[in-house]
């Protein structure tokens, strides 16, 4: 009896959490089955390691800050007909291509999708236990332009070493300053080969000089980021607005609903005003007897 007294406490001091919490029950499964020690104990750690799994899924989704809903499931891929869903998929899927620090790049214009496309794939890689990171890419940047001139840039640069993936969402929004790009150019220039990188932007590299302060730097920067990257480009409309239209459309349609349907009751109330002028007209004809004023329809009135 003290031994199974003890066991809660000698499991929460192991950290053996979940061994610690469903050990009765399983025991009782166990009795019932004829399991021997063995199996029981396999059971018992299967149980622990499938918690622990659960744990850190859990984790790795909050502290990644993805955009909440924006999943494979969730994308209309009728929208992007030209876009190769297996290609999405086979990223979302797999962890290979960030165990070699390969990058993806999603190109295409804005409200696309590339923002739900690099979400999505980031919450393929939490679900298989890879760390995660989402920024939006200017609030990066103002990160790290802080911890330079509190001279902790290195420092900051390699606390994001933790994360086998970063998403950098609208990158073509960075101002085109020294300060802000020259971070921004360290960053990409840190994680080469080292750790990958999902970038979204709305401008092609030819652009990229409205990014970056002068032509060498964009050369350098893009020259790293492709050199081990998948390019993905997203065409088709702006899903964001068309959204827009079609609730404009609908808001539209709802303010033209009322007035048509309160005309109806008012044109079937004009219909028992009609009906009651014909006993006035019938109680009109039985007066033949009226003194001086005999009236026949067929001759009309006297002279």
């Known amino acids: ?3 199974t007294a003890t066991l809660p406490l000698l499991l929460k001091q192991l950290n053996l959490t979940s061994m610690a919490r469903h050990w009765p029950a399983l025991l009782e499964q166990a009795e019932h089955n004829a399991w021997n020690g063995a199996h029981y104990l396999s059971a018992l750690c299967e149980q622990e390691l499938a918690d622990r799994h659960s744990r850190r899924i859990a984790r790795y989704a909050k502290e990644s800050h993805l955009p909440v809903g924006k999943s494979l499931a969730s994308f209309d891929f009728a929208e992007a007909p030209d876009l190769q869903r297996g290609r999405i998929e086979a990223l979302a899927g797999s962890t290979d291509w960030t165990r070699r620090a390969r990058n993806v ?8 999708g590339k923002t739900h496309l690099g979400a999505a794939i980031g919450h393929g890689l939490t679900e298989q236990s890879v760390r995660v990171r989402y920024f939006v890419t200017t609030a990066l940047v103002q990160q790290l332009q802080l911890a330079r001139e509190q001279l902790r840039l290195e420092d900051a640069l390699h606390k994001l070493d933790k994360y086998p993936a970063l998403i950098l969402d609208d990158f073509g929004y960075v101002k085109k300053s020294e300060q802000e790009t020259q971070v921004l150019f360290e960053l990409i220039a840190h994680r080469y080969e080292t750790g990958s990188l999902i970038i979204t932007s709305n401008q092609p590299f030819a652009e990229w000089d409205r990014i970056f302060p002068d032509r060498m730097m964009t050369v350098a920067a893009v020259d790293r980021l492709v050199h081990h990257a998948t390019i993905i480009e997203v065409g ?10 079609g609730r404009v459309a609908a808001e539209a349609a709802a ?9 109806m009751p008012s044109m079937a109330t004009t219909t028992p005003t009609a009906t009651t002028t014909t006993p006035s007209v019938t109680t009109t004809t039985p ?13 009309g009135p006297p002279g």
Do not use: W
């Open 1 to 3: 009896m003290s031994e």
């Open 105 to 112: 790049l999603l190109f295409g214009a804005s409200g696309t």
């Open 236 to 245: 088709g409309d702006s899903y964001r607005r068309k959204t827009a239209l």
């Open 255 to 263: 303010t033209m609903t009322p007035p048509m349907a309160t005309t």
């Open 287 to 299: 007066l033949p007897n009226a003194p001086g004023s005999e009236v026949h329809p067929e001759s």
